[in-house]
């Protein structure tokens, strides 16, 4: 059985191809600048070199016609013909109150998330465009939506509902909705694992650290709380978002300088975090090594958004009553150990307290790693995420009539003895460049590798 995934972005189409009886990835990759010139899409086979194919995608349909071409390219391709896929799984952003799990898309559903997509504007809308392009392609495989909503659907009222008008949300379901909810869902899952543990009596505190960030509070097993709210601007720093702020200064900004309401929303969600601050940078990479050289708005929004990551430790903590771990995931979160340093520094009180040539070390999105100090209390952790897998296996089991909550599944990835083949051989790779990485590699309780 062969599934396709699909995670079309405002301006991207990442996708992957998973041979389900063989248990590993075909082939990964993602077609870059979509709609705005200058396209490429830069395609990985397993245990062959990435190359990089330059190619016009004025829209998502041309984006997803190039991915299928290169599927079944005879040079860069790993299926014969198209028909061999069995199944799409897409991710969808926002669901609203009405997906708490995985759905097979019909005009209904498709319909549902027309209606909400003002909700998650940056991503809705491209999500839709690529579920669309896809179904015209490829009209007669099934296509599942996986909703990053759906993971918070445990939250309780105390946490989800907010202090206004009820009737908002009796009429408008205006209420926390939290996002990234695939990664955070494998993270807490390979967390259980990596803690020996049973899935549902973890505490866990989940950095979801990218473009985008989150911070998830998950007790006993399930979502607790979330920084993102309503929609994804809510929460913590991050590189176009304004996060966490005075909602009254949107209002007195929006009178100051004629803005309307389209124009201050665009603003918070496109012109504010890092770049807000720094004036040019979004990357993490370019605001470090421009704190390094002395670069002071840089060095400001490093301590803004650390703090922020530490506010947010420290909050759910308390909410938890008690925490087995601390999670970093997403591209930040993995690679950037000079944010992880810093917004955990001085955390020792808490009984946590990471090793600093492990935290040094952990930067790969190839393999687990375990970057807390021989006397910490609390276990910190660097799992590389894999929404793409937890697509797959919603996928086969909606197709299989098999599939229900998390809370009622049981994932192949929860399994100790659990590997990811194309990651196994990128990591001993990079393990004979820096034979060093495996000291921060993570131990499953049990197991000797």
């Known amino acids: 059985m062969k599934i396709l995934t699909l995670n079309c972005g405002s301006s991207s189409a990442k996708y992957m191809v998973y041979d389900w009886d063989a248990r590993e990835i075909m082939c990964k990759g993602i077609v870059e600048r979509v709609t705005i010139g200058g396209s490429f899409c ?38 014969k013909d198209v028909k061999e896929i ?24 498709l319909q549902v998330f027309k209606e909400i997509q003002d909700l998650a504007p940056l991503h809705n809308p491209a999500n839709i465009l690529g579920i669309e392009a896809a179904r015209s392609i490829l009209p007669d495989v099934p296509h599942m939506a996986v ?16 202090a206004v008008p009820y009737e908002w949300y009796e009429k408008h379901k205006i209420r926390r909705y939290g996002f990234h909810g695939t990664s955070l869902l494998y993270v807490a899952k390979r967390a259980a694992v990596l803690l020996g543990k049973d899935p549902f009596e973890v505490n866990l505190i989940s950095l979801h650290i990218g473009n985008g960030v989150s911070a998830n509070a998950v007790k006993k097993g399930v979502s607790f709380d979330t920084s993102m709210g309503f929609t994804p601007l809510e929460g913590l720093v991050m590189g176009t978002r304004a996060g966490d702020h005075d909602p009254a200064l949107d209002f007195y900004m929006m009178q100051k300088l004629g803005l309307s309401p389209k124009e201050i929303d665009n603003i918070l969600n496109k012109k504010c975090g890092l770049l807000g601050i720094t004036g040019k940078y979004t990357d993490r990479r370019d605001v470090l090594k421009a704190m390094k050289e002395g670069d002071e708005r840089a060095k400001l ?18 909410a938890l009553g008690g925490v087995d771990a601390i999670v970093w995931t997403a591209g ?50 660097v799992i590389p995420t894999d929404e793409e897998l937890v697509f797959v296996e919603d996928v086969v089991a909606l197709l299989e009539n098999r599939y229900d909550v998390h809370t009622n599944f049981k994932y192949s990835f929860q399994d100790p003895a659990y590997r990811n ?11 004979q460049k820096n034979p060093d990485l495996i000291k921060a590699k993570a131990k499953i309780p049990g197991q000797t590798d």
């Not at 245990?47 to 860069?76: F, M, Q, W």
């Not at 993971?151 to 009222?157: A, I, N, R, S, V």
């Not at 703090?307 to 759910?316: N, P, S, V």
Request: hydrophobic share 40%; aromatic share 8%; with cysteine.
């Open 421 to 431: 083949k194309m990651r196994d051989e990128q990591f001993a790779k990079e393990l």
């Open 332 to 381: 930040v979160g993995e690679m950037a150990a000079d944010i992880r340093a810093r917004a955990m520094e001085g955390l020792e009180f808490m009984g946590i307290k990471f090793d600093p040539e492990k935290n040094r070390l952990a930067r790969t999105r190839n393999s687990e790693s375990d970057i807390s100090a021989a006397d910490s209390k609390v276990k910190i952790f």
């Open 301 to 318: 929004a490093f301590e803004m958004e650390c703090y922020r990551i530490k506010k947010y430790i420290g909050a759910y903590a308390a």
């Open 42 to 79: 830069e395609h990985e086979v397993t245990g062959r070199d990435k190359v990089k194919i330059e190619r016009e995608c004025p829209t998502h349909k041309e984006a997803v016609n190039l991915i299928l071409e290169l599927l079944v390219s005879p040079e860069y391709g790993v299926l």
């Open 147 to 162: 909703m990053d909503t759906a993971w918070h659907q445990t939250m309780k009222p105390p946490q989800f509902m907010y």
């Open 86 to 109: 069995n199944a799409v799984g897409h991710r969808v952003v926002h669901g609203g109150e009405k997906f708490n799990k995985s759905v097979i898309i019909d005009d209904g559903v």
